[in-house]
């Protein structure tokens, strides 16, 4: 089982949900991947769900906030390591990124963090580890295995996160694209970007969660109330995945690799 107990600078290292309807989002959860959800006091009158698998922290979710803008979707974020949420901070101003909520303590020592755009309008959260270094299992069923940046402009905001994390980057073929973005860590893909599929929508990032076996996890994702974005398609070199909306409207992706 791949345990993590430490991500490098520039590595996507968490992701947590923002529901409008956290109950709903708990139940479809839990159901489909298996989570068991401890519930922590986030201030505000608000709780943080840390979802569990093999004793294991993989995900968080909770309520989104009540001053949140209205209309404002359900959404899952993608969390990047840093070793200095204050310095990443700066260095994402510097290049050309907007704050959207500035370095600021997590409570019980877990760690630090803040929310930026990047220049492409796609929203990212910076991780600076405490006590909580993230994810701390990848790759397998029900946990995360991948998270790609989908934007109108790729070399755009690539060259920001280059500037924010050090991390460098490759564009290849891939599957049936001609151009697909790699973004790496000490040589090693840990995210991806590409060019938005869909006219209109705004730049994001995806969430991959890891199945056993996309069709069945498919099949069970509408059981239990989600929405086929696109369905199971397989991509030649890499795997088999489908996107779906979740019965609280935030998309999602599951995949299953190769090797799996």
Same mark, same amino acid.
């Given at each position: 089982?791949?345990?993590?107990?430490?991500?490098?600078?520039?590595?996507?290292?968490?992701?947590?949900?923002?529901?409008?309807?956290?109950?709903?989002?708990?139940?479809?959860?839990?159901?489909?991947?298996?989570?068991?959800?401890?519930?922590?006091?986030?201030?505000?009158?608000?709780?943080?769900?840390?979802?569990?698998?093999?004793?294991?922290?993989?995900?968080?979710?909770?309520?989104?906030?009540?001053?949140?803008?209205? +209309?404002?979707?359900?959404? =899952?974020?993608? /969390?990047?390591? !840093?070793?200095?949420? *204050?310095? $990443?901070? #700066?260095? &994402? @101003?510097?290049?050309?990124?907007?704050?959207?909520?500035?370095?600021?303590?997590?409570?019980?020592?877990?760690?630090?963090?803040?929310?930026?755009?990047?220049?492409?309008?796609?929203?990212?959260?910076?991780?600076?580890?405490?006590?909580?270094?993230?994810?701390?299992?990848?790759?397998?069923?029900?946990?995360?295995?991948?998270?790609?940046?989908?934007?109108?402009?790729?070399?755009?905001?690539?060259?920001?996160?280059?500037?924010?994390?050090?991390?460098?980057?490759?564009?290849?073929?891939?599957?049936?694209?001609?151009?697909?973005?790699?973004?790496?860590?000490?040589?090693?893909?840990?995210?991806?970007?590409?060019?938005?599929?869909?006219? +209109?929508?705004?730049?994001? =990032?995806?969430? /991959?969660?890891? !199945?056993?076996?996309? *069709?069945? $996890?498919? #099949?069970? &994702? @509408?059981?239990?109330?989600?929405?086929?974005?696109?369905?199971?398609?397989?991509?030649?070199?890499?795997?088999?995945?489908?996107?779906?909306?979740?019965?609280?409207?935030?998309?999602?992706?599951?995949?299953?690799?190769?090797?799996?």
């Amino acid at each position: 089982m791949p345990e993590v107990d430490s991500y490098k600078q520039g590595t996507p290292c968490w992701v947590d949900l923002s529901s409008t309807a956290i109950d709903v989002s708990r139940k479809f959860y839990s159901n489909l991947f298996g989570w068991e959800l401890d519930a922590m006091d986030a201030g505000n009158g608000m709780t943080y769900y840390m979802a569990k698998l093999h004793g294991r922290y993989v995900a968080g979710m909770m309520q989104q906030a009540p001053d949140a803008p209205a +209309g404002m979707p359900s959404y =899952w974020a993608n /969390y990047i390591a !840093v070793d200095s949420a *204050d310095a $990443a901070a #700066e260095r &994402a @101003v510097a290049a050309g990124g907007s704050l959207l909520f500035p370095p600021d303590t997590v409570p019980n020592g877990s760690g630090r963090m803040f929310f930026a755009t990047d220049p492409t309008g796609a929203q990212i959260g910076f991780w600076e580890a405490g006590n909580h270094p993230g994810s701390g299992v990848v790759n397998e069923p029900g946990t995360m295995i991948w998270n790609e940046l989908q934007t109108n402009d790729v070399p755009k905001a690539v060259a920001f996160y280059e500037a924010v994390t050090g991390c460098t980057s490759e564009t290849s073929p891939a599957g049936d694209l001609r151009r697909y973005t790699s973004l790496l860590v000490d040589g090693r893909r840990i995210a991806g970007a590409l060019k938005l599929p869909i006219e +209109g929508l705004s730049p994001f =990032w995806m969430t /991959y969660f890891n !199945v056993q076996d996309v *069709d069945d $996890a498919v #099949e069970q &994702a @509408v059981d239990l109330g989600s929405h086929v974005i696109a369905p199971a398609f397989d991509v030649p070199g890499i795997g088999r995945m489908a996107v779906l909306m979740d019965p609280a409207g935030a998309a999602f992706s599951i995949m299953t690799g190769l090797s799996e």
